[in-house]
Each structure stands twice: as C-alpha cells, then as structure tokens.
C-alpha cells in the first residue's frame, strides 16, 4: 500500500500521491517536499523506488528484511534510518515491536513497514498543520515521526512497570498461597519484555544522539533542539528499563527467599503436630501391651485418666510450641 | 503561586513581585537581577511567563509535564535545568522527590514546582544576605539553590543508610522468629528506594559536573568552585547510594542462607524427635502382640522394666543427638 | 588441499590454479587478482606459501596454529586476519567453530584452514559473477568472504534461541515432573555455546569497525559501506548473544525457585497426609488399651462407631487443607 | 592541638612551633617550608588558619566537617587533598578511617584531622631526615605522607584478606555443624568492610594519578615517580579489594550450597530412620490384632521368631540405605 | 646466584660472566649486549647493581620487595617491567605465580627474582640463536624473555578449564551421590585461580600494549609486531580467564538446583513411603481394638483378608505414586 503526500513549499499546500509512477517529477524538485509511505510493499515496489531515488542495494536489502537493528547510515545522496514503533497487544499482552525504515534526504522521506503503523495519521497531520515551519525541510517532518513514535513507549513502558509493581505487592500481601512458582515465571516473563524493549531503546537513543549533535547540510540548525527532546525522551525509557531489569532480579531473589521461609513454616508445622500426635499415641500404645501386671489398668478411672493425660500432653504441647512460634 | 524578588544592584536592595504582570519592566534591565519562582502555575501563567521571557516551547513543554529526566540544556536565550528535591515522608517513610524547573539567565531565574519546596524562604536568605557576591550574577543565586537542595539529600541517604544497617543488625541477633520473609521484603522496599535516589543523582552529578566545567558567559569566574563543591557532594552521594546498592543484594542472600539454616535445625530437631519417639513406640507395640508365649509378659516386674527401658532409650538418644548437636 | 583462482581484470576472465608452483607468475602482476584457498596445509606449503608472499613468520605461525583470537593485524606488505565460521553440527547439537586465517593485498586473497569450510564455493561464485565490481579490487572479495561466514551464523543463534525458548516454555507447563535438574544443566549447557559464540562474535565485530572506518590503500573507497553492512550485522549478532546470556541467569533463577516451591508442595502434600492418618491412628490405639474399665467397648455398636468417627475426622481434616490450598 | 615545624633552607635546619601566632612570619618566607598539623581543632584555630594563609571559605568548610570523599581540588592559591589512614581496631576488629585533609602549597603542608594520627611522627623523621632532597620543596613532605598513609593500609588488607581465607578453609572441613548462619553473616560483614575500604582506596587512587601525571609550578619534576610509586602501591590495594569482593559472593553461594546440601543429608536420615522404624512396627501391630484365628500366635516360637525378623529387616533395610549412602 | 652473558655485537659472540664485578667494564660500551639476571640476591648484590647502572632507588626497592604488580614503568636511564611467570605445582595442584623485575635499556636487560625460573635457559638459547637479529638491540631479547614467559600461561590456563569441564561433567552423571557440598567447594577453588590469574594476565596484557604502541628510541622499529604478537596470547588468555570466571558462577547456580532437586527427590521418597506405612499401620490398629463386638474377628478368614487388604494397599498406593513419579 503506498500513501504519498508532496508540498508546494511556494504555495504551501499539500497534496496527495497514490501511484509510484507519479513519483519521478517531484523527486528533484527544490519547490517540493515528499512524504512516500510504503505498508508491505511488493519487492518490486522497493525496487521501483529503488531506481526512482537512486537508493543503495544495501539500503534496499535492509528495507526488505525484517529484524533489522536500529541504526542511521549515511549514504552518498540520502541517509538510511531503521526504527521501531511499539505497542503492548491488548489481549495477550505480548510486546509488539514493528520495524521501520526511513530514507531520509532534502527532498524527500520514505518510510517503509511490514504492518500498518497507526500514528501515520496523526503524524502526518502534525506536519500539514505546522505550515510556518515548512522551510525548516525534512527534518521537521522527520521530528514529528520520531517524536509520535517515541511518545507511544511510555503507555508500553508504564504498563510493564505497572505489572511488575502488581507482582511486588502480591508479594507483600500473599501467605500461604504457594505462588512463589507462578510469581517467579511472571517475573521471568516481564524481565524478558523489558530485555526486549532495551534492545531496541539503546540504539535508538545513540541515533537521536547521532542526529542532536550532527551538523547535517538537510536540516535547518534550530532542528537540533527538537531532536534533542526526544533524545531526553528516550534516555528516560532507557533509564526505566533499566532500573526495572536491575530490581526484577532482587525481586526473584527476594521471591526465592519467600518460598524458603514458607518452606520453614511448613516444617514447623509438621515437626510440631507429629511430635504432639507421636507422644499422644504413645500413651495408648503403652496401656496396650500385655503384661500380667499393670496395676494401672486394673484402676477404675485409669482409662479417663488416660484421655486426660493425653488431652493434658496435647495442650500443654501446644502451647510450648505456640511460644516456640511454630504454629 | 507566584513569589518573585528582584534586586537592583546599584541600591543593593530587594523587592518582591506578586504579580506576574509586573514582570515586563524588569526582564531586559542590566540592573536588576530578578528571581521568580512559580508554584503550581496554571497553564496560562506558564504561557505567560513563556511569552515574556521568550522562553522556547520545548523547555517550556518540560516545565509543564511532571517527570522530567534531570538534565541542563542550553537554549539561545536561557539555560533550562531540571533538578530534585528529596525528602522522606514522616508518616510512611515514602521517599518524596519533587521535581523543579529552572530557567537560568545573566538576569533572571525562573522556577517552576507543582508541588511546595520547603528550602525556598532558606534560599531566598542565603542570596539576600549575601550581598557582597551580588556583582557575581544570577550564579550565586543558583549556587544557593542547588547547594540547599543536595544539603537535603544527605538526612534522607543517611535515613535508608540507618534502616539498612538495622536490618543487618537483626540478622545477626534474630534466632528462630522466621522473620527472613520479611527481611528480604524490607530489603526489597530499601534496595528501590535507592534505586530511585540513584536514578536522579547521578544525572545531577552530571549537571553539576557540567556546571563546574563550564566556560558560560553568564556565570563569573569565581562561581565555578563552588558548583565543584556541590559536584563533590553529590559524588559522595552517588557513591553511598551505589554501595548499598551492591551490599543489600549481598545482604538478601545472607538472609537466604540464614533461611536456608533455620530449617535445617528445624529438620534436624524434626528428625531427632521423631526417631526418639518411633524407637519409644515400638516397644509397647512388641508387647501387645497377641502371641500365647511371650515369657516377659508374666514377669511380674515387666512392665516396669518396659517403662524403665523407654525411658532409658529416651535419655540415651537425647544424648547421641546433643553430641550431634541436633537439638 | 589447494584450490585458486586468478582474475585477469583487463579480460575479465577467472581461471583456475591447481598447483602452488604456478602462483609465482601471478603475484606481482597488477593485472591480476588472485585468491589461493589451502585447506588442511603441510607445513611445508605453508612455508612455501610464506616464501612465495614473502608473508611475515609471526603471521605465518598463526595461521601455521589453530585457536587464534579474530583478529586484524597490519604487516607491510599485507592484511592479517583471523575469522571463525560457523555451524551447529546436526547430530550432537555441538557449536563448531572452524578457524580461518586469511592474508589479504591489493592482488591476492589467501585463505588457510583445517577443516573444509562449505561456503567456499558460493563466496567464489558471487566473485565471479559480479563482474562490473572487479575493479573494485581484492575488498569485494574480502566482503564477500565474511558475509557469507557471518550470514552462516544467524541459524546457528536461532537454533541456540529456539533451544533457550522451549526450555523456558517447558517451565511454564510441566508440573510436577521433577525436571529441575535436567533443565539447570540445559541451561548451563547453553549458556555456554552463547559465551563460546560471543568469544569469537565480539572480536569479529571488532574487525568489522575496523575494515568499515579504515582509510587504506588496497581497498576501494565505495567498499566501506559493504563492510558497514556486515558490521551492522555482527552487532545484531552480538545483542542477541548478550541478551540471551543474561536472560539465561534470571532462567536459572527462576528454574530454582520452580524447585523451591516444588518443594513445598511435596512437605505441605505430606504434612497434612500425616497429621490425618497419625490422628486417625490415635483412636484405634485409644480402643486398644487393656483397661478394665472402657465403658464404650463394651457398646454393641462401638467399634462401628470408631469407624465413623475415623471416616468423620478424616473428610473433615481433608476439607480443612483443602481449604489452606495444601492438597 | 598544634605541632608545626619550620625548615630553614639554606641553613637546612628545623624548628618546632607550637602557637598558631607565630606563623605570619613564615608564611611568605621563601626560604622556608613550612609545615603545620592541627588536631581536633576548634572553629577558632580553623578560621585563623584561613585568614593567616587566606584560605578559601569551602576548602575551610570541608576540613571543619567529617567524611569527605578523597579528592584533590586546586584553589587558586593552595591545592587541597582529602586523604584517610586506615587501620583495625585491635579489639572490636572495626575497620577505623581516620580523615586527614591537607592545604598544600609552594611554602606549606597544613594539616588537619579529628583524631590522633600514630604516623605523624614517623613522617616528620623522613622529612627531617633526607635533608639532600629539601630544594625538591613540599612535593616530598607531601610524598612521605601520603607514602606512610598508604603503606598502612597494607596490614588492613592483609588483616581482612587472612579473614577470609580463615572462613573459607573452614567451609572446607566443618560437617553438621550448621554453621552456614554465621559463616554468611561473617561474609557479610568482611564483605561490606572490603566496600567500605574501595570506597576510599579508589578516588585515593585518583589522586595519585592526579599527582603522578600533573605538571604544577609547584613541585619539583623529580617527584612525579615518587608519586607514581604511591599510584602503584594503592593500586594493588583496589585490586586486591576487588578481587575479594568478588570472590566473597561465591563463597557465599558456596555457604549456601554447603547449607542445601546439610539439608539433604538430615532428609535423607530422617527417610531411612523413619521407614526402617514403620515397617519394624508394622509387624508387632499384625500380631497384636485379636482375630480369634491368627495361626502363629499359638505357635510357641512366634514371638521369638517375630522378633527374629524385625531384626532382620532392619538389618537389611540398613544395608539397602548404607549402600544408597543414605547415612 | 648470577647468571651473565654479554654479546660482542661485532664479532657476534658471546660470553659468560659469572662476577658482579665485571659490570662495570661493559655497561656503557656500545659494541656490548649485556643480559644478567639474578636468582635471589642479597640486598648487596642489588645495591651493588643499583650503583653500578645508576638505577632509580624506587625501581630496586620494587625489585627487592616481592608482590609487586605487573607494570612497566619508565625511567630516565631505563624502563623497569614486572611480570609474572606461571606454573602448576605438579603434586598439590596449587597456581604458583613467580614475580620477575626486569631492568632494561638500549644496552642490558637485568633480571632479577626470588625463585628459580625454569624457562631462563630456553631464553638464553633463543636469544644467542637468532644472531641475525642482533642489531634490534635489547628488544629481541626483551622479546624471547616475555614470549617464553606467556607461552608458559597455556598449560596453566588448560589444565584449570580441563578441571572447570571435568566438575561440570560430573554435574550431568552424578546421581544421588550428595557431592554438591564437595562440587561447590571445588568450584570456588577453581574460581580463585581464575581471579588470580586475570590480576596478572590483565595488567600485563596492559604492558605488551604499551610495549607494541610505544615508540622507543631503545628498541628497533621492526620489533613492534614481535610484541604484538605476544599481545594477541595473552589476550587470548584473558579472554578464556573471563569466559571461565563467568561461567563458574552459572556452574555453582546450577549446583545449587542439583542439590534442591535431589532433596525434593528424597522428600516425595519419604512422602510416598510414609504414606503406604501409615496406611497400612491402620488397618491392624483398627483390628487391635477391644470391642466386644467386632464381628470381623470372629470370621476365620478375616485375620488372612486383612494381610491381603494390606498388601493390596500396598501395591495400589505403590502404583499411584509411581505413576505420579515419586519413586
Ligand atoms: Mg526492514
Ligand atoms: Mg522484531
Ligand atoms: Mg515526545
Ligand atoms: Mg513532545
Ligand atoms: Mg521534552
Ligand atoms: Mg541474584
Ligand atoms: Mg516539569
Ligand atoms: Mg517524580
Ligand atoms: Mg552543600
Ligand atoms: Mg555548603
Ligand atoms: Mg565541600
Ligand atoms: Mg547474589
Ligand atoms: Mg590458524
Ligand atoms: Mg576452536
Ligand atoms: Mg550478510
Ligand atoms: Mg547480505
Ligand atoms: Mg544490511
Ligand atoms: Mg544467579
Ligand atoms: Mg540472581
Ligand atoms: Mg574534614
Ligand atoms: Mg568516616
Ligand atoms: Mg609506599
Ligand atoms: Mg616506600
Ligand atoms: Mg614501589
Ligand atoms: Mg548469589
Ligand atoms: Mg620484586
Ligand atoms: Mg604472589
Ligand atoms: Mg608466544
Ligand atoms: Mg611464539
Ligand atoms: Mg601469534
Ligand atoms: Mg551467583
């Protein structure tokens, strides 16, 4: 699917493109900006747009393929950017994280994905709406999709720091419920996303670190200062990220000691209630045997006496053990 | 909530604003250095103040969003600083940090809080009082604010550092109270507190680092020690908050381990008593069998001596399992 | 084994070279490109290789050894390099990593290893066919070689990912089955092919920053962004080596605290078995006691009541664990 | 308590000062090196120090206040050091940091610390003593300081490091005598004294880099390598800290082990003991059921012979055990 | 003991000197090489030495003192190298690590250790070998010293990742054998020589890249890469050091769930086997009571169906439990 838009800088006005085949008058015209973007095109799209921008077979071949790292390459006439958008999935909670590729020129932004990207409307209407910054070039317009895309981790990020908070107070709360399985696999499972999110958050703060401080012939100078924010933006999910993968691991550690003390409590248990049942049977077990001559046995009221002494031995045990705190 | 002062220098003498409509005449006069401080300023005050002080949207957007990353940031016409109160709440003991928005000038200063920060009226002391470093500029009077706001530092790290060590302290003296579950949840809660102090410290070190080495046209020489003094206070704060850091996880396995003991004395005793009483058991056990010729059973003394055997095996195993060392 | 090839670039014709005795003519010839591959060397080729090149003792006695380091060395008449390729051999799941020590000039391409390295034929088919990059000179050649090694280790990582996943997807699904033992030692065993791969990964990363900023006189200035492309994709590489190594360890973790609970289950599974047979061991003990006075036994209907009671406690304690989750 | 010795150098004699009155006279003196230590000073002494060698209200406040990090810090006249001696408490075995800081300058060594310092005599005979190196200036008053300092915290470390070689050999032949409790806390607590100690050894280190490679009009160049020899001594201190501090979280892991490993033994004995004692008590409660047709009973030998096999069984089950190494 | 050869670079001879008191005749003679070491000297003999070749007092005083970190350090008349040599000591097993001081410049390399080092001789020998190499000067011989040397590290390093692999494989075969505790303890041995070794191997590795960047007036051009080439070894090193060092922490985690799971292995045994016991202790426990009426006692065959009732049990729990895979 391609969605093109180009601007009459002259005249600003902003109008729309739909056929690849449109693309060749425009693509150097100084009067003009471009916006092309490409949802899964053919391979013969990429290459058409290939030829039409003269962009590099290496550019091209990452273009093509998934799993690409986030970088910025500068290449003769354009440079090759590769980002990722970010979204939790609703129902699964899985992280979701679709990549992005961006040529980027004077001229001209060419955005190509796989699966759609639902900002690219609001981010394309950010860029008709700031008319008074169109001869700022691209790189506003590369701002406002870097920017779009940055903002949508933090509702992910806020989500697994809500989840991780969630499992730490069940840890608080919790006793007895023998959950310290399922606590450690969830624990297992958010440390995993926050890996996941690191892996691309780090490089994709070195590029906007890269396009801070570089003095690039494209981009009018009061850029910098745009780009700058979203570097802040984004060293602050990295700083968070961290922080949680750092404290996920004291919290398994925290949650392994948790089964270790239930574990005790358990014992305690037992070791009390046997010791008190083992010396409570031993009593009958005594009056059971038999020899000629037990004079107790001939008592009248050596049988009550005996449920007595049991029920005494029984009580007075617990309350030994009560004080031992190990019921 | 708006309370502003400004001082003519000429005069040597201070006055405060309650108005932010006042601020006009000031803003562009050599010969006044103003200090304005906003407390949860409406949106139009923030935009009004914006308008007056040309203050860019970017910084400005910062001042409006809680949340900021510590950082100082250099823009055309004023620097932006984002920096931390701390404090630790007396009921909850709930680490507090409140964020603080500076815009910094050769004439004016500029902070915006939601929250109130008590160290103000302090502040506002310190740079009144000190009226022979007035030719030094607007720097003196962020020394002052920064130099207070990291004094309150220390208190709260000194608090978690307290809290640490008494935990540890308990360690070593608790016996049998199985308290290792709420050991290792208490050094959970800590290990995060510093987590969360680390997280604003260390970019604060930076910009005081920033601070020192800076060649700025805006500060006077003599400034710059006495941003390295704040820079060396932080350090040590940074370095403290790092080595509890390091040793509570170290502390969180110690407190494994102890777990991990107390249940094999309390096995130990488990076992111990249960053989005692198996043993005990299976002698009247013998001696209620049925059979029709068990000689002992018509020796008149038998079950005394049975009594006296159980009773023997009991002292005898007691002393094999103290020598063990199991009880 | 030897196997080479020569280039004449003025007739853009490949020929093929079967004996070490022909390279003499070649090797000074600016006409002429040439690749020798030797595969499991005599130390006398080697050194007649040595002679022929007039190649450096030092790095003819590493490529003369195996286990080198990946490296890049720089002598005065040529590159030194040492690559690893590799695969996971598909009955024992083994990692092999297949040394390859490479001396590389403006005119030739010499490759020497001990074992046969399977790529060899396509990397020397994508030289020949691409014929209008002859000019480019022996750089082609190099990327050629190590993009094709490096693209052999992306099924090699998926396969050691595929392998870390199912573990963990096991853990989230067996229960019950005691396999913590076996899962530990299969997540150590992994870990290890991940710290074996990283050990050669880095290092070849390494080589890649080198030959992608290197300014050098045998290579053609268009080549660097080739061997950016293969750096680009080594780095992939290495995140996801580092990020499955320290999720490795938070898998152990977790693998252990899936045996702690485990733990407990079994001793709250046997607390409350022996709590409910013990005291339902006690009543029959109490009825068989020899008193003489034991108004109950003598009850027709007793000993059919014992046996409701029994049946009555053991529902009952059963209901009650039930309860504390301890069935 | 004041100690100050001035040293004529041209006359190369020394002379004691005992009152801080007298030092106005010496301190432009060119032909004098003058060298002044202050213990537990009061605020009063401290402020004439600052006024008689002017010196700057921060470097002031940090020698009034304890624990400062280790720093050097140039003033524009004097350059000011934190330093720490370090030694153990004979009894309590408390690891005791003693704060030292120290003006240095051109013409003077001041010195200030709260509490007795035993080196300083020391250092006064090696100053006074190499009287050949005086024209070198206060570079090698400042060299045997810190020199002495640092030689003493050889005794500190080796002291800790016998510690904790003593618990791990230990580790090695104690057996059940669950001391896994008290070996971690002693970890524990060496292994916060070995932070407490990297905490001042490393930016000590600093310093002395700082020393070693700083070209200042105010030492002689000779002196740089005395310096670096101090550099090289604490720099085998931080790595002999962190080497043990490394090394103390395996050892704890291997305490904890040791503590799982106990358990298993204890289980394994409680198992074998249990089941050799029910199945001993199983048979006398066959035999003590009151059917009136139980064959063996009216056998003369049954009981003997009932006897026979318990001893039997259990004879045998403790071969099975012993051969399964359960006890 | 002294061992001295010198080198008559003219006539390319060489000759013995077995007397500190012939020194003095070759040191500054430019015709002259000249190589003594010495094996365990007397503080005289190293005075003497210092004396005769005016080397700086710090130097002699790192040479006459043991434990000196490896380092090269630069002098005005020499440079001054520690390094280690390295060895297994064949019965206990022990890291022996032999400090060597090397005193070296254009004319003479000093050697000076406390130990005998068996590698000397190979040295000597390679050194009067290579007589073509001569005129590099006291860096080829530097050269043959330190290769000889690292060359020494490999077996070292083997055998300990030889012991490392041969613990772990016992981890995958070793069943029920309680050799955790021994395992563990073994681990930290092997984990100790690791950190032994990397605090020489590091630093060193430090010294040969100083010695392979350095531009030495005393050392030819050529010897450069000869230096680079150790520099790779010893990386080498460094890295499998690391490797392992990290590994055996993972080893010892995995231990640890060894030891857990055997000790749920032995629980479900005593669980499992406690349970058929109990159970079948009930049944002549019921039967053991002295109702009068309990009519199953009177049938004839009651006493043979209530053994078979038990066996039934028996095996039906047996199945049960097999099938939930306790036993
Ligand atoms: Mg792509
Ligand atoms: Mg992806
Ligand atoms: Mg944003
Ligand atoms: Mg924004
Ligand atoms: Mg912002
Ligand atoms: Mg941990
Ligand atoms: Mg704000
Ligand atoms: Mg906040
Ligand atoms: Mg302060
Ligand atoms: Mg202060
Ligand atoms: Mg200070
Ligand atoms: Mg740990
Ligand atoms: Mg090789
Ligand atoms: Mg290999
Ligand atoms: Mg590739
Ligand atoms: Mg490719
Ligand atoms: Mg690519
Ligand atoms: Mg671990
Ligand atoms: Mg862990
Ligand atoms: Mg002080
Ligand atoms: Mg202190
Ligand atoms: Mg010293
Ligand atoms: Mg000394
Ligand atoms: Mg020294
Ligand atoms: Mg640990
Ligand atoms: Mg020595
Ligand atoms: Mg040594
Ligand atoms: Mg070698
Ligand atoms: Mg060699
Ligand atoms: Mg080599
Ligand atoms: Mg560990």
Redesign the interface.
């Known amino acids: 699917m391609i969605r093109g838009t180009y601007c009459d800088k002259k005249q600003q006005t902003f109008h729309s493109i739909t056929d690849l085949n449109e693309l060749s008058q425009f693509k150097d015209n100084d009067d003009i900006f471009l916006w092309v973007d490409l949802q899964d095109p053919t391979k013969e799209e990429l290459a058409k747009l290939g030829v039409e921008f003269q962009l590099?077979p290496?550019a091209l071949?990452?273009a093509t393929h998934e799993?690409?790292?986030p970088?910025i390459?500068e290449?003769d006439n354009f440079y090759f950017v590769v980002f990722y958008a970010a979204h939790l999935e609703a129902e699964t909670g899985e992280l979701d994280l679709r990549e992005i590729d961006i040529f980027l020129n004077k001229h001209y932004l060419l955005t190509v994905h796989e699966k759609p990207i639902e900002d690219l409307k609001e981010i394309q209407l950010r860029w008709t709406r700031n008319v008074q910054q169109l001869h700022w070039g691209t790189g506003i317009l590369l701002y406002s999709f870097l920017d779009t895309l940055v903002d949508d981790y933090f509702p992910v990020v806020d989500a697994l720091v809500d989840q991780t908070e969630e499992i730490?107070d069940q840890?608080?709360i919790q006793r007895?419920?023998?959950r310290?399985?399922d606590?450690?696999?969830k624990?297992?499972t958010l440390?995993?996303k926050f890996?996941?999110l690191r892996?691309v958050v780090t490089p994709q703060r070195d590029i906007l670190n890269v396009l801070t401080n570089h003095d690039s012939s494209i981009f009018d100078e009061r850029i910098n200062?745009?780009f700058?924010?979203i570097y802040?933006h984004i060293?602050?999910l990295a700083?968070t990220v961290d922080?949680y993968r750092?404290?996920?691991?004291?919290?398994?550690?925290?949650?392994?000691?948790?089964?270790?003390?239930?574990?005790?409590?358990?014992?305690?248990?037992?070791?009390a209630?046997?010791?008190i049942?083992?010396?409570?049977?031993?009593i009958?077990?005594?009056?059971?045997?038999?020899?000629?001559?037990?004079p107790?046995?001939?008592?009248?009221?050596?049988?009550f006496a005996?449920?007595f002494l049991m029920l005494g031995l029984t009580i007075g045990l617990i309350v030994v053990f009560r004080r031992?705190?190990w019921f």
């Open positions: 590099h290496l071949e990452d799993h690409q790292r970088k390459e290449y730490e840890l608080y007895g419920q023998l310290e399985r606590t450690a696999l624990l297992l440390r995993k890996l996941a892996r200062i745009y700058r924010d802040d060293t602050r700083d922080l750092d404290q996920l691991s004291s919290t398994m550690d925290a949650n392994l000691t948790v089964a270790s003390n239930e574990l005790n409590k358990v014992m305690r248990t037992m070791t209630a046997s010791i049942l083992m010396v409570d049977a031993l009958p077990g005594i009056y059971g045997m038999n020899f000629e001559n037990i107790e046995l001939k008592w009248e009221y050596g049988y005996v449920l031992l705190r």
